[in-house]
């Protein structure tokens, strides 16, 4: 299983990014994808997941700001990112498990697989 992300990169305040991960080695459409995002000196957070389904999931802090999406064909996760703030800089993983997205919430240890982060950077 390879997760890859892209699409990271330096924007101001109120700009925009789209984040990309590209998933092979697995049966990617069964599986709940989230992003999570770690700040320096922070502890990891999960930002949003998407399920099988196409059930979405976003912390507070980013709704109506971050659409999670998936294109199931093309084997790739996205997160479009609106309104950034400086507070969205960080490293940002994408993640996946053969799981529910109910059943392992925004706990990064419940996710089996991660790539290898896209830097965010808000000024």
């Known amino acids: 299983v390879q997760l890859v992300e892209s699409g990271g990169g330096s924007v101001q305040a109120g700009g925009s990014l789209r984040l990309s991960c590209a998933a092979s080695g697995y049966t990617y459409s069964t599986y709940c994808m989230g992003w999570f995002r770690q700040a320096p000196g922070k502890e990891r957070e999960g930002v949003a997941t998407?399920?099988?389904?196409?059930?979405?999931s976003y912390v507070d802090s980013v709704k109506g700001r971050f659409t999670i999406s998936k294109d199931n064909a093309r084997n790739t996760l996205y997160l479009q990112m609106n309104s950034l703030k400086p507070e969205d800089t960080a490293m940002y993983y994408c993640a996946a498990v053969s799981l529910k997205c109910l059943w392992v919430g925004y706990v990064g240890s419940n996710f089996d697989y991660w790539g290898t982060g896209t830097q965010v950077t808000v000024s």
């Open positions: 998407i399920d099988s389904d196409g059930t979405t």
